[in-house]
């Protein structure tokens, strides 16, 4: 990482040669073969001296080439050409006002996603902290060199964490879309620019879902159906949210559930209730997954009626006639 904060790995330098060869740490770092990472100077700052291993302690100077290759062995690299990084913006906004940060952190598929976030953590508790009670509200946008609409649009996704611990909280949320997206097995994809803005406001902005009612039948037809979801915030008075459901046409009308939760909640009911839809069969069913509403901050209302659909490349096929459904089911088996 470097820019507005510096991490790096340091190790012996081996040999260089005349044409710019560098052999270094004499074991890998993470076995990964081909690679393409800065290879930068560095001056160690202090010695640990220990019976069972010890270990130095250096900073990073100048970027001075490319580590080519990452093996048993050790790290081979050379002298002159810098690989590309990639660039991340953070934006922190707090009781202080807002402030920007500026990073590149390594290019790589395994590496960005845990760097991206490293970024973004560090900035917020520059001057901030992460054992209060306060809330975080975050959005990510991000920029791809890649086929259909991720390359186009690219894909933004929002959340938010709250309490003591928060701000680590955050991680599998931020780091998973770029994992996903970065090895997944459809297209090849390149990450080319993050930006994260990140808010933090004092207090905890949390609530519980104590009640949802609404009528005992539904509408043979289908139609709008009425309901009200009771909300108690951690601090304050019970409120009650009025809402309509547009129920389709079809579906048993004494026999179904209505759940409300955060999206992220239904997101994960969902995932167990038909775990095909998150095995998508394309890249641009995979940005379509991601880019689906899964925020702890936004309440989600669903209705679950009886009877089983199919699903078929990452999509439900429901209301099909018996014979249609056995007949897709023992195809997609």
Known sequence: VLGDALLGAVGTVTWVDEAGHVWVFGHPFMQRGPVALPLATAEIVTMFPSRQMSFKMGSIGTVVGTVHRDQRAGLVGELGPEPPLLPVDVVVTDARGERTYAFQVADDPQLAPALVFWAAYNALLAEADDASLQTIRYRVATQWEAPGSLGRDGLAFAGAAAGPGGAGQLAPQIMAPLQILLQNPHQRVALR????????????????????TGPTRLPPGGGPVPLAVEIEPRQGERSRLELVL?????????????????????????????????????????VRLLAG???LQTLTVALFAPGSGVVIE?????????????TVRRGAE
């Open 293 to 295: 509403e899964r925020s």
């Open 246 to 286: 547009d129920v389709p046409p079809g579906l048993d009308g004494e026999r179904y559930r209505i759940a409300a939760a955060s999206a992220a909640e239904i997101f994960a009911l969902e995932a167990q209730r038909a775990a095909g839809l998150f095995e998508p069969a394309s890249l641009d069913a995979t």
């Open 193 to 212: 620019h993050v930006r994260i803005e990140l808010a933090a406001t004092a207090g905890l902005e949390t609530a519980r879902i104590v009640a949802v």
């Open 314 to 326: 990452g999509q439900e096929l429901d209301a099909l006639p018996g014979s249609v459904a056995r």
